[in-house]
């Protein structure tokens, strides 16, 4: 197996997505089992689907919160966690994942950019109430509403045709400047994600485009796999403690 030397000459950018998760016990969205199969997307992760049906969204998010709550992270997230102590400032965690897992980890430099299972906001967008930690496993038939203002309260999640964070996307265009023009090498690594869901899947053209170096882990070929210059099959908890050097 190639492996990915973690020098002092090195900046690193990851992103992960639900396949990292997955030998803890989390569900991927795509393929067998995976939580699409048997939940149509654009019902319970879009804002339309919230509108229509908030009852089936909050049942569909409270269900991920129990499910998620009772695992634990696995070795796929503790290697990020030791390269991040290696490199300090010269490493940036980029997670499509809303469980939390990197953070239980120990990972630090992290930006959840598909936002928090465990965070809950106001869904009107005027109410001045800023997204609250919120670990309720709401019954079914249930619907929170916010203090403040009385509508309804939402999963702290970037659904379909949101736009992300604009913070956390500056967070990581910079740390890829600072990383373009250091004069070391800038790698980017994508791993446990199926490169079909944007502005994630783009990362690594942007990434080329800085002259930087590309590596994909995946358990099956990505729909981006093509792009990358170095791929490694496997399972992440598996692939990653070996990789890096
Ligand atoms: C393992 C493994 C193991 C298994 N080890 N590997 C450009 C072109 C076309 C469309 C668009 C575009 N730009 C934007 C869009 C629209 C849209 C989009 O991308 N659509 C695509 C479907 C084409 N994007 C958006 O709407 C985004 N917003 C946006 O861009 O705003 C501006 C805009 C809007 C509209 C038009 C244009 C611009 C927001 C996207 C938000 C995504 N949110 C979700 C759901 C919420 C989170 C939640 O409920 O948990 O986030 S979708 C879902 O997919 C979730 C994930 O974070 C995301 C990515 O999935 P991921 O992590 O890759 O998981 P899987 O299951 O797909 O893959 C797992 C992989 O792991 C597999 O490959 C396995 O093989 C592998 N694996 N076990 C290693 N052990």
Same mark, same amino acid.
């Given at each position: 197996m190639e492996t990915l030397l973690l020098d002092s000459n090195t900046w690193?950018?990851?992103?992960? +997505?639900?396949? =990292?998760?997955?030998?803890? +016990?989390? $569900?991927?969205?795509?393929?067998m089992n995976g939580l699409w199969e048997d939940q149509p997307v654009e019902q319970v992760a879009s804002p339309e689907g919230f509108a229509k049906d908030p009852l089936r969204v909050w049942r569909f998010y409270s269900q991920r919160r129990a499910g998620a709550a009772g695992v634990s992270p696995n070795p796929g997230h503790d290697a990020l966690v030791s390269w991040e102590r290696h490199l300090g400032d010269r490493f940036l965690l980029a997670t499509q994942n809303v469980d939390g897992l990197h953070s239980r980890a120990g990972s630090q430099r992290v930006v959840e950019m598909h936002g928090n299972l465990f965070k809950t906001r106001c869904s009107n967008d005027e109410c001045q109430r800023a997204p609250f930690e919120d670990t309720t =496993?709401?019954?079914a038939g249930?619907? $929170? +509403?916010? !203090?403040?203002? %009385? @509508?309804?309260?939402? $999963?702290?999640?970037?659904?379909?045709? &949101?736009?992300l964070d604009p913070a956390d996307? &500056?967070?990581?265009?910079?740390?890829?400047l600072r990383a373009a023009s250091s004069g070391g090498?800038? =790698?980017?690594?994508?791993?446990?994600? @199926?490169?079909a869901v944007?502005?994630?899947? %783009?990362?690594?053209?942007? =990434?080329? %485009?800085?002259?930087? &170096?590309?590596?994909?882990?995946?358990?099956? $070929?990505?729909?981006n796999s093509r792009r990358f210059e170095h791929s490694v099959?496997? !399972? @992440? +908890?598996e692939v990653l403690p070996k990789l890096g050097r």
């Open positions: 690193l950018l990851v992103l992960t +997505g639900a396949g =990292v998760s997955a030998e803890s +016990g989390v $569900p991927t969205f795509r393929g =496993v709401y019954a249930t619907v $929170p +509403g916010c !203090k403040d203002c %009385g @509508s309804l309260l939402r $999963p702290h999640i970037v659904w379909f045709g &949101e736009y996307l &500056e967070r990581i265009q910079n740390f890829s090498r800038f =790698v980017f690594l994508a791993a446990g994600t @199926s490169g944007y502005p994630a899947a %783009g990362m690594v053209d942007q =990434v080329r %485009g800085a002259g930087g &170096e590309t590596w994909l882990v995946n358990l099956d $070929p990505a729909e099959q496997g !399972k @992440s +908890g």
